[in-house]
């Protein structure tokens, strides 16, 4: 099923966003894919479903590719840059029982106002204002694992109709296979169900230690999706 989303479009040339999302693809378990896509692009949209529709290849690395490849001259038109984030798609993990005992005592709830050295790409000052929940383990005065959730806790809140909270984690290089990742994201997992949220967890397809991190956690894989992304470029 195809969706038109007619106001992201418009935000997006009108200057207000700087990323730009004019296609995404998604299924839930076994359900039927479902496609938003910007309404001046949905021809793509009908020949992405021509060609992989019906062999069931919608999130093959061909399809993934070959749709990414159709936005770069729309991007190019609005002034925007595809992003370079490989021909992976990503996979939904529904989290609902996080083992709590997973936990560190290094494990915190981060704000941004600590004086620790960061190791990850996240900016807490940042997500904290916009309303996120950051929880990240601190070793040696090092902030080297966070787990956050993709979508604005704030904004959740004054949305009844929306509970369900999508969580990443990023765990500095030296310091993964220390179980670091696996903490932040069960401590973020524990908060957000304790406020009645479905969690989600989202990991690359190619990427092995993002996956057993989620099935470690109890997570049961509730379904799929990419997206193609475009970054405005700086003047």
């Known amino acids: 099923m195809i969706f038109v989303d007619d106001g992201a479009e418009k935000l997006v040339l009108d200057g207000e966003f700087d990323i730009a999302i004019p296609f995404s693809v998604s299924r839930e378990a076994d359900g039927e894919p479902k496609i938003t896509v910007f309404p001046s692009q949905k021809a793509i949209a009908d020949e992405f479903l021509r060609r992989y529709g019906a062999s069931g290849?919608?999130?093959?690395?061909?399809?993934?590719?070959?749709?990414?490849?159709?936005?770069?001259?729309?991007?190019?038109?609005?002034?925007?840059?595809?992003?370079?984030?490989?021909?992976?798609?990503?996979?939904?993990?529904?989290?609902?029982?996080?083992?709590?005992?997973?936990?560190l005592p290094a494990t915190r709830e981060l704000d941004g106002s600590e004086d620790y050295e960061n190791l990850t790409g996240y900016d807490f000052a940042a997500l904290n204002h916009f309303g996120h929940i950051c929880f990240g383990c601190v070793v040696d005065d090092k902030i080297v694992s966070a787990a956050t959730t993709n979508y604005s806790f704030m904004l959740a809140e004054e949305e009844p109709d929306t509970r369900t909270i999508e969580i990443g984690v990023e765990t500095a290089e030296k310091y993964r296979g220390n179980g670091y990742g696996l903490s932040c994201t069960a401590a973020l997992a524990c908060f957000l169900i304790d406020k009645g949220y479905t969690v989600l967890y989202e990991c690359g397809s190619d990427n092995e230690a993002s996956i057993a991190l989620a099935k470690k956690l109890g997570g049961i894989q509730s379904g799929k999706n990419f997206c193609v992304v475009g970054h405005r470029i700086s003047d």
């Open 57 to 103: 290849e919608l999130f093959s690395p061909e399809a993934v590719a070959w749709a990414k490849k159709q936005f770069e001259p729309y991007f190019n038109k609005i002034g925007f840059a595809p992003a370079d984030d490989g021909d992976a798609h990503f996979l939904n993990f529904r989290i609902t029982d996080p083992h709590s005992e997973l936990i």
